[in-house]
């Protein structure tokens, strides 16, 4: 069974760009508790949560499972899908004066830069506030696609590691292109206090296409502790 991830953050403030406070801190957070049969104590733990609300829906062909997370703190209301098939989620009632953050991991990165594209086309919300940041994304579209997308979401991070493959399938060989701007790091993970976070921010492949180490799946580990502490907090994995 594929699973996948989606997480749309709806976040106060005049604009957003990309941080490495809300990739790390926040998104890989929130996809982590996506895997978990109890995220509340986890939540509230570590972004301080006031209200965690679990939901669960059966799909013609899957099912979608999710949470809608309150962080008074950073006045962030987070919405947290984890499915086999996604539909995206429309706001009824979309409050002006909050903009959306819209990331996801892996094949859920794909999907979540088909839900960004499609949000705005819809003039659900206005294209320059609308942010996407992704983690291990694959790539999600061809040529016409990426142009098409790169005029609707202007604001859109895709978060590599150095030696990852999976960014980079199914490949350009197949059709596919890279869309949005790429966030390359040499190391993704927590660092020593008061040591600064490096990255890259590249137009498409720019930085990683210039790797001269082979790249591997298993560069993609950094990123699997989303799923492996999720799982574990769940009860799959031993």
């Not at 991070?157 to 059709?175: A, F, M, N, S």
């Amino acid at each position: 069974m594929m699973l996948l991830i989606i997480l749309s953050l709806a976040i106060p403030g005049s604009c957003m760009n990309y941080s490495h406070y809300l990739a790390r801190n926040i998104s890989l957070t929130l996809c982590d508790a996506a895997y978990m049969s109890n995220p509340s104590d986890s939540l509230r733990s570590k972004l301080s949560a006031s209200d965690v609300q679990g939901f669960y829906a059966e799909l013609d062909g899957g099912s979608c499972s999710g949470l809608i997370v309150t962080l008074p703190k950073r006045n962030i209301v987070a919405l947290a899908f984890r499915a086999e098939l996604y539909e995206p989620f429309y706001f009824d009632n979309w409050n002006k004066f909050y903009f959306p953050m819209i990331t996801g991991h892996y094949v859920g990165g794909g999907l979540a830069a088909l839900v960004a594209l499609d949000i705005v086309k819809e003039e659900i919300v206005n294209k320059d506030d609308v942010i996407l940041i992704t983690l291990a994304q694959i790539m999600a579209g061809d040529k016409d696609f990426v142009e098409a997308y790169e005029k609707q979401v202007v604001k859109s991070y895709r978060v590599i590691t150095k030696g990852d493959l999976i960014p980079h399938v199914p490949g350009k060989k197949h059709g596919y292109e890279y869309n949005g701007k790429e966030v390359y790091y040499k190391r993704f993970g927590s660092v020593s206090k008061g040591k600064k976070i490096r990255y890259k921010l590249c137009y498409h492949d720019n930085c990683s296409r210039k790797q001269f180490e082979p790249v591997s799946s298993e560069e993609n580990a950094v990123y699997s502790k989303i799923t492996r502490y999720g799982l574990l907090r769940f009860g799959v994995l031993a």
